[in-house]
């Protein structure tokens, strides 16, 4: 600040006021400091600054999977509303993995940002960590069992029911759908525990089938592990069948991916001889042959209202004992060309 003060001939006080954008400083010597630090490439030390206002301006962001397209657009969602109130973002991807999301986390405390969003691989173990820090914490997508603090979320379960209706309205009977997590004893059973996407997306499947009195058997319920690999191997599973289902819901849009590829592989007619309704709707689903029929979250207004919750919470701390706000979204079901009614 010195080198600046004396090359824009000010006082360092004058440089001070400019950086902290403090103080009355005439338009004539601010744009001397200004083209000053430009020329020495002067930047203020963020650090000194956080430690001195106890206030980093830079959050936190934990997801399973940087490489799902979902939480591609959900960062995006973040950067976005985090650039409008001048935060900046730490962004690190924990590979659907426990020990690696407890790292990433302890690195994040290291760093000392404001607050933390996570879409956690372990929800208990998250939420253990985070709260009992009495830390700044929005969950998205995601939520552990009972957690009473700040969230937002998608209908997911509301968003299947509505789908395989869908599905249903078409005439279909034979439904199968790919998902994980939920083994197929739970099926007969009383409502999934809905602790995350996973079991609600499941239910929502299954209260739609029961209202219409449609059967499940084991063999349409696969399970697989949300991923591209997972969805292929389901789809060859379900193709292979004496009597396959004539309609697929799939949880996930990555599984999606591998039951297309099964479906090409087998020259199986999609949707004349079996329809495909995905979860997650992004660029290439409308680009497709045919283009997919899928449940659109809001994923970009998903990160935006979380980091718009969590800068509330970063710069307004409520009590420990109020409860946060949970907000949900509703999905939307866009048909397209990879559904139809079933072959007679």
Not at 137 to 146: E, K, L, N, Q, S
Not at 335 to 341: A, E, I, L, M, Q
């Amino acid at each position: 600040m010195i080198d600046v003060a004396r090359l824009a001939d000010v006082s360092v006080g004058t440089v001070s006021a400019v950086v902290n954008d403090k103080g009355a400083v005439r338009p004539r010597l601010r744009t001397r400091v200004l083209e000053a630090m430009e020329s020495l490439d002067y930047h203020p030390n963020q650090i000194a600054r956080s430690l001195k206002l106890r206030h980093t301006h830079i959050i936190g962001m934990v997801v399973p999977d940087v490489a799902n397209p979902f939480f591609t657009s959900v960062i995006r969602g973040v950067e976005i509303e985090g650039g409008r109130r001048g935060y900046s973002v730490i962004l690190c991807d924990a590979n659907n993995d426990a020990e690696i999301e407890r790292r990433q986390l302890s690195i994040l405390f290291s760093h000392r940002v404001d607050g933390v969003l996570i879409s956690s691989s372990n929800y208990h173990a998250a939420e253990d960590r985070l709260t009992r820090r009495r830390f700044p914490i929005v969950f998205f997508d995601r939520t552990p069992f009972g957690f009473r603090g700040d969230a937002v979320l998608t209908d997911n379960l509301m968003a299947c029911y509505r789908a395989v209706r869908y599905l249903i309205g078409l005439g279909h009977r034979r439904i199968a759908i790919i998902s994980a997590g939920v083994d197929y004893s739970m099926l007969a059973g009383g409502p999934l525990p809905a602790t995350g996407p996973r079991a609600a997306r499941i239910e929502g499947y299954r209260k739609a089938m029961q209202e219409a009195g449609l059967p499940i058997p084991a063999p349409y319920f696969q399970q697989g592990d949300f991923t591209l690999a997972g969805g292929y191997k389901c789809g060859l599973e379900l193709l292979q069948l004496a009597d396959p289902p004539t309609a697929v819901f799939s949880c996930n849009n990555l599984m999606t991916l591998g039951l297309m590829r099964a479906i090409t592989e087998r020259q199986v007619a999609c949707p004349g001889q079996i329809s495909v309704l995905g979860f997650d709707d992004f660029d290439w689903s409308a680009s497709f042959n045919p283009p997919l029929t899928t449940v659109a979250q809001q994923s970009l207004e998903m990160g935006r209202k979380a980091m718009e919750v969590l800068v509330q919470r970063v710069e307004s701390p409520v009590p420990e004992d109020e409860q946060g706000q949970v907000i949900t979204l509703e999905a939307e079901l866009r048909v397209r060309g990879s559904t139809c009614p079933p072959c007679s």
